[in-house]
């Protein structure tokens, strides 16, 4: 039981010490994309803007699990505790 509140803590320290800054670096990214893709014919726009908007949206994500990581931690806890003694 210990070893998983170990893990546990460990996966969130990670996400709130790293996922921060990626999703920051994904939303910067996103923007780049996006502008560079007005400079593309027409035929080719809509690919890196369909790109520009995955790394957004996929940014945004990231950035949501981030703040909800520690609550994300504390329920999964308090579902292991009450899983673990039934088997």
């Known amino acids: 039981m210990a070893y998983v509140e170990g893990f546990l803590t460990n996966v969130a320290g990670t996400l709130?010490?790293?996922?921060g800054v990626l999703s920051l670096i994904l939303i910067i990214m996103a923007g780049i994309?996006?502008?560079?893709?007005?400079?593309?014919?027409?035929?080719?726009?809509g690919?890196?803007?369909?790109?520009?908007i995955g790394l957004f949206i996929g940014g945004a994500i990231?950035?949501?699990?981030?703040m909800?990581?520690?609550a994300i931690q504390?329920?999964?806890g308090?579902?292991?505790?009450?899983?673990?003694?039934?088997f």
Do not use: H, I
């Open 68 to 70: 909800a990581s520690a």
């Open 62 to 66: 990231m950035a949501a699990v981030v």
């Open 78 to 86: 308090k579902l292991l505790t009450f899983v673990l003694p039934l």
């Open 16 to 19: 709130k010490n790293v996922g």
């Open 47 to 52: 690919k890196w803007q369909t790109v520009a």
């Open 33 to 45: 994309v996006y502008g560079m893709s007005m400079m593309q014919p027409a035929e080719s726009r």
């Open 74 to 76: 504390e329920e999964s």
